[in-house]
């Protein structure tokens, strides 16, 4: 059993940055691999990034490769998601959710745990 709760997000003007952070409860953090998620407005949950047990792995959608970077600090349970090059359609509530594996997949039902949310908004 984990819990997670994600913070940085907020309002910024495309092109700016932002730096999400997922805090994880419990040392079990170790053991899971971690993602990142986002739904739109009128869109379903989409992948973002995955980061292995280590952090020795990661993994991007098409969509934000080369502009985002997925991180973890297993000392301080925290898993991270710098947000470069911001564009509008990157608008969304962003999700924390945690895999009890070594590495996680692309999709929603292979993670068990999730996190409350936190938006960010880019205008143009």
């Known amino acids: 059993q984990v819990q997670l709760v994600e913070s940085g997000g907020g309002l910024v003007q495309a092109g700016g940055s932002l730096r999400l952070s997922c805090a994880a409860s419990g040392r079990t953090f170790r053991r899971y691999a971690m993602g990142w998620f986002r739904q739109a407005p009128g869109k379903e949950r989409e992948f973002v990034a995955t980061i292995s047990w280590s952090g020795g792995t990661t993994y991007y959608a098409d969509s934000v490769k080369g502009r985002f970077t997925i991180s973890r600090d297993n000392g301080k349970n925290t898993v991270y998601l710098q947000m470069n090059s911001l564009k509008p359609e990157d608008t969304a509530v962003y999700y924390c959710?945690?895999?009890?594996?070594?590495?996680?997949?692309?999709?929603?039902?292979?993670?068990?745990?999730w996190g409350q949310g936190t938006q960010v908004t880019v205008s143009s």
């Open positions: 959710a945690a895999n009890p594996g070594v590495v996680a997949g692309v999709e929603r039902y292979e993670y068990d745990y």
